[in-house]
């Protein structure tokens, strides 16, 4: 008997392909999503190292030097605000904590939607009708007036943002989730573990959990952008952080008001948002176009 | 080969209920009747084949045998003790003895588990005390009696053939030394040349591992290939069960004889020479099926009894029975 | 003259990974009324030659060679041009009639669309002619059930809706791919009664793709045998079944579980089919071949004829080939 058609083999065990070594040469293979992740590195990296490199502090108000325009001079690349605060520098400790928020918040309500989603889908019946009603009735709320109230009755604490930030943002994940967990519900290694008699709970983990890995990437990263915004707004209501913290959605604001003297105070943060939201997306469009199923 | 009957089936029911057709919410609800008074005995060691067309009932048969679906009603007598109504802890006891083997190779495996994981499984399951070096051994030993390489373990599922993916498949069903298998549908989504080795694979292990089998399929030849007794479904009912050669020689029931008849057989001659016995009308639907016998809508012989007595399964001689008032 | 000559018919298609030669060389003729069937298991590209040949690849499919219809190479034939011929002069039927038929418009609908596109009849004529047709394929009660929508019809009905579909414009060649393969066993014995009743009384040549040969063996006068891209064997089914010379075509029948034959073993073809993006070199089928030699893992042997209208493709000669005793 001949024998199949495959090269002579090792006497070692060959290392498979895995789904994700596949995702990722795919990936990799999309440039506009490997500059954007180059990109989002940077300005990360430029927002957690580049205050301690730069001599200027965010907080230090120099009133011989008042909306300055960018110069190299001092080492205000940005310009300085209305008050002589080197924007560089303002710029790179908003971006910490616009960026920090972002991470926080979304890892909440990511976790809070996946455990939502993947109950209510695998359990189904009456509690998943239950659970998804709850969840169209958060859509139904207006989240800025709740948002508004909460920040007012609690106050503007670090934590206090994120956590209301959360609560509005985890219901896109939930609905995903819980759409996937239907479908790998149905799918028959799923009813292969059953006749095995794999019980419930270890079904979800070894084998729903890791099929829903792939569309949670790519919804993070769709709610990443979101939740940055949704602070930026607040910052821009006055209802995020508080002074001297500050974010880029404050530095937007302070911007606004003097557009048209100094437009480099709106310009430089308001770019610096966009750029990391695009960049962003376009990690996002990649992981969907490396996960999609279809194209194996 | 012992005689000892392991697995007994007393008239089982899958029954679903399902919306009515106007679908308002006071309108009373139909039923679809999957499976509708199935019973047969299985003894160990041998291959029972349930052939049937579409809507016959004999997935769900299979899945109502290992609770994947919840039978109606109806007794599971599975090594002598009743299964109808134990709990999770029996069930999950008896599958370790009752394993299954699926249709879509490739869709009954885990995308994102390698090969020796996917094998795995079932012992990490059903014996809980292994380390993982006798897995290990285990799962290679399993690979090589089923003709995957060794060196493959680590692979993914969609790295290998559907051939292939379905020996992964058996190798998973097989590693826990069960006592009966389900075949559903293993080789209708497989080439022809593929096929047969599949086909003597599962003979030679089912000889070595003394394995009872349910074959289901929807090819009478390949049943002929791999079963002792033949069982022909049809609307979730039993038309026919039988001795291989009896039903294959002298089939009773006229479904039977129509089935028998139409398949293709890969000779110009015998092909053009044959007279097909062609049924009326289509297969109807088990949400509403006929009175009396299911099949007297299409049969050939049909009489006005036929559709106002259902005919019991009745022994027609020491290893034939067939459902019909005039067999 | 031959209705359709096929020459050196070669299909590739560009992927990421690799190009994909779906189809190597694919040579026949079909005669005016003749039945051909084409025979192979996945990866032959039996269903992408007639794809092909009707300009229906997917779009990163290329073809090339001849496939000469009424003097004209249906290969790169102009889209309007070949949307002259498709569904007038020939006609397709597929393996899923779900999802060939548009679920939202009515079997009318969709009937009458092909015929006032080709033969320029008014709503009412084309009404007509549908129905008259339905009744040929056996549909019971045709003109209430004109009005129906796919769904509501069973899949053997569908699969006949679609033939009559095909047949409306009276085509001189009917293509079907695979069309029983989804069907059950006694549906599939009325389709296959319908097309053998419907080639006699409309003497349409048909094209019948599939991998039963127990459906070859019933319907088609000339069977082409494929695998791996490549004609291996090509000749009338008389002889093909009684005498078959090539080592696959020998495979392929003593793998094949018979009715007729009381169950002895079955002996499977071992390997594995080719995989197309990284085909053997030489011969495809040579590492799965008892017969194979040196030489066909480098050559891939041209397709030539043993008697008139007997083709096969293989190195080693007809008496050399390893035929067992045929089954118990």
Redesign the interface.
């Given at each position: 008997?001949?024998?199949?058609?495959?090269a002579p083999?090792?006497?070692?065990?060959?290392?498979?392909?895995?789904?994700?070594q596949d995702a990722r040469a795919r990936f990799l293979r999309n440039k506009a999503a490997v500059v954007s992740l180059i990109l989002l590195v940077l300005i990360t990296l430029a927002c957690i190292v580049g205050p301690w490199l730069l001599p200027n502090e965010f907080d230090s108000t120099d009133w011989n030097a008042t909306s300055v325009a960018p110069t190299l001079a001092n080492w205000h690349l940005f310009g300085t605000d209305d008050t002589g605060r080197d924007l560089l520098v303002r710029c790179l400790i908003g971006g910490r904590v616009s960026l920090m928020i972002g991470a926080l918040a979304t890892l909440t309500s990511v976790t809070l939607g996946i455990v939502w989603g993947a109950i209510a889908g695998f359990v189904g019946g009456r509690i998943d009708n239950a659970m998804m009603r709850i969840v169209d009735m958060m859509y139904a709320i207006p989240y800025l007036l709740i948002a508004i109230l909460m920040v007012t009755l609690l106050g503007r604490e670090f934590y206090l943002v994120v956590i209301t930030i959360t609560i509005f943002s985890w219901m896109d994940m939930a609905r995903v989730v819980r759409g996937q967990t239907l479908s790998i519900r149905l799918?028959?290694?799923v009813?292969?573990?059953?006749?095995?008699?794999?019980?419930t709970r270890r079904i979800i983990a070894?084998?729903v959990v890791?099929?829903l890995l792939g569309i949670v990437a790519i919804y993070t990263t769709v709610t990443v952008p979101a939740v940055i915004l949704t602070e930026s707004v607040l910052s821009f209501l006055g209802l995020g952080v508080q002074e001297p913290m500050t974010s880029w959605g404050v530095l937007i604001q302070d911007g606004v008001g003097v557009m048209e003297s100094s437009p480099w105070i709106l310009l430089f943060p308001a770019a610096l948002l966009s750029i990391t939201l695009y960049c962003i997306n376009f990690v996002g469009d990649g992981l969907r176009d490396a996960l999609d199923p279809k194209d194996? | 080969m012992s005689d000892a009957t392991i697995l007994s089936v007393r008239d089982m029911r899958v029954h679903f209920q399902v919306k009515s057709k106007n679908r308002l919410p006071w309108a009373p609800r139909r039923t679809l009747k999957a499976v509708d008074g199935v019973s047969f005995e299985l003894k160990a060691g041998e291959t029972l084949g349930v052939v049937g067309e579409s809507g016959c009932g004999k997935s769900t048969l299979s899945r109502a045998i290992l609770n994947l679906i919840p039978a109606t009603a109806g007794d599971i007598v599975w090594m002598g003790a009743t299964l109808s109504g134990a709990s999770a802890r029996e069930w999950h006891r008896v599958r370790g003895d009752v394993q299954m083997i699926f249709q879509d190779p490739l869709a009954s495996l885990d995308p994102r588990m390698t090969v020796g994981q996917i094998i795995a499984e079932p012992l990490v399951e059903h014996r809980p005390g292994m380390d993982k070096q006798e897995i290990d051994v285990r799962v290679r030993a399993m690979m090589a009696k089923v003709g995957l390489r060794e060196q493959m373990i680590n692979r993914y599922p969609h790295e290998f053939s559907g051939g292939q993916c379905q020996r992964i498949g058996i190798a998973r069903a097989l590693i826990v030394e069960p006592k009966l298998v389900i075949c559903d549908e293993p080789v209708s989504a497989l080439d022809v040349s593929i096929q047969a080795q599949i086909v003597n694979l599962l003979k030679s292990l089912q000889r070595e591992m003394k394995l009872a089998l349910i074959f289901i399929a929807h090819d009478l030849a390949v049943v002929r290939h791999i079963s002792d007794r033949v069982m022909v479904m049809y609307l979730g009912r039993v038309m026919e069960l039988a001795d291989k050669h009896a039903l294959y020689d002298t089939p009773r029931h006229p479904y039977t004889r129509a089935l028998l008849s139409a398949v293709p057989v890969p000779d110009p001659a015998v092909e053009r020479a044959k007279t097909v016995q062609i049924l009326s009308g289509d297969i109807p639907s088990p949400i509403d099926p006929p009175s009396g016998c299911v099949f007297h809508t299409r049969c050939p012989m049909a009489q006005a009894r036929c559709s106002q007595e259902v005919p019991a399964l009745r022994a027609l001689g020491a290893d034939s029975s067939a459902a019909c008032l005039f067999a | 003259m031959p209705l359709l000559e096929v020459n050196d018919l070669q299909v590739e298609f560009s992927t990421h990974d690799a190009n994909v030669r779906a189809v190597n060389g694919v040579n026949f003729t079909l005669e005016e009324g003749e039945t051909l069937g084409i025979v192979g298991e996945s990866g032959s590209g039996k269903s992408q030659s007639v794809l092909a040949m009707l300009g229906l690849l997917a779009s990163n499919g290329r073809a090339r060679g001849r496939a000469m219809y009424r003097g004209e190479n249906l290969i790169g034939m102009s889209d309007r041009a070949m949307n002259r011929i498709r569904g007038n002069r020939l006609s397709m039927i597929f393996q899923d009639p779900m999802s060939s038929l548009n679920p939202y418009l009515t079997i009318e609908r969709q009937m009458t669309e092909v015929l006032e596109l080709h033969k320029n009849v008014t709503r009412r004529e084309a009404k007509k002619r549908a129905i008259s047709m339905l009744e040929a394929v056996r549909i019971p009660e045709a003109a209430h059930r004109i009005g129906q929508y796919p769904h509501e019809l069973s899949g053997g009905m569908r699969q006949r809706v679609m033939i009559a579909m095909a047949l409306l414009c009276e085509p001189e060649v009917l293509f079907a791919d695979e069309p029983t393969t989804a069907l059950d066993v006694t549906v599939q014995a009325q389709i296959l009664q319908l097309l053998r009743n419907l080639q006699h009384d409309f003497g349409t040549s048909i094209v019948l793709i599939t991998h039963d040969l127990g459906v070859v063996a019933g319907l088609c006068e000339k069977v082409m045998v494929m695998y791996g891209g490549r004609v291996m064997e090509q000749c009338d089914a008389a002889t093909l079944f009684a005498k078959p010379s090539h080592p696959y075509t020998i495979g392929l029948l003593r793998a094949l579980p018979r009715l007729d034959h009381a169950g002895g073993e079955l002996t499977g073809i071992p390997g594995n089919p080719p995989n197309m993006a990284h085909p053997p070199a030489g011969c495809p089928f040579h590492e799965r071949c008892a017969d194979a030699s040196d030489e066909c893992a480098v050559d891939a042997p041209a397709l030539k004829a043993v008697e008139t209208g007997w083709l096969r493709a293989c190195h080693r000669p007809v008496h050399q080939v390893t035929k067992e005793a045929s089954h118990v």
């Open positions: 008997m001949k024998s199949a058609s495959l083999m090792l006497e070692k065990a060959v290392a498979g392909r895995s789904p994700w799918k028959e290694y009813e292969a573990a059953r006749a095995i008699g794999v019980p070894r084998h890791p099929n194996r | - | -």
